[in-house]
Each structure stands twice: as C-alpha cells, then as structure tokens.
C-alpha cells in the first residue's frame, strides 16, 4: 500500500491505494497521524478510491485518526468509499464517526468552514 498526500487550503487529502490491512496499517497510521500532531486544528480528508479492501486492523487505524483529531477539535473526512468498505464501516456502527462527503471539491469546502 501506498498513500499520496497533498495540501488543500490547510486540508491534509490522503489517497491511499491498494488494501489496508495487516502489515499495510502501520503504513497508514505512519502518514495520517504526523498529518494530525503538525496541526492545531486538523482536517484530514481520505480519498478511499483505490482502497478495494479494509480489514479490522484498517479500521482501528482510522478510529484511532478519528480520536487524535477529536481531541484536537479536528475533523475526518471520507469520499469514495465502496461498497466494500461502507459496509463494514456500518457494520462496524463507526460510519457517524467520518464526514462522508460526495466529492474532492465538496469536502474541501466542507472541511474548510
């Protein structure tokens, strides 16, 4: 797995690819939680377009994104999440926890105010 990160007006935007989970998942939480401590408020969006899969070790980094922006009074971010994944994340009762937003552009607006 690989994941490219870029800035957006102050938006840390994360696209990951390929499968997160097992030896993946350290890389992830190896990008996104140096994206949440370099900010005071942080706003992280994650682009799920070419994950095609998650597994309980994927999510856990993602509660754990969730909780170091919280306490930070920051804000997640999803677009593009498949079926997949939206599943679990509904089976998992986290889907409240991550802004779902319909595109690149509406979610930076919307992480934006």
Not at 53 to 68: F, K, N, P, Q, V
Not at 78 to 104: A, M, Q, Y
Not at 105 to 111: I, K, N, R, Y
């Amino acid at each position: 797995m690989t994941t490219q990160i870029r800035q957006q007006n102050g938006i840390s935007i994360l696209k990951p690819t390929g499968k997160v989970g097992g030896r993946s998942v350290s890389d992830l939480r190896e990008v996104i939680l140096p994206q949440i401590e370099a900010s005071d408020t942080p706003r992280i969006l994650i682009n799920f377009e070419q994950v095609n899969r998650i597994d309980s070790s994927g999510l856990g980094t993602l509660m754990e994104a969730y909780a170091a922006a919280s306490r930070k009074q920051g804000r997640v971010g999803v677009i593009n999440v498949g079926k997949h994944i939206k599943n679990l994340i509904v089976l998992s009762r986290l889907v409240n926890l991550f802004e779902h937003f319909d595109s690149e552009d509406a979610a930076v607006a919307g992480l934006s105010a």
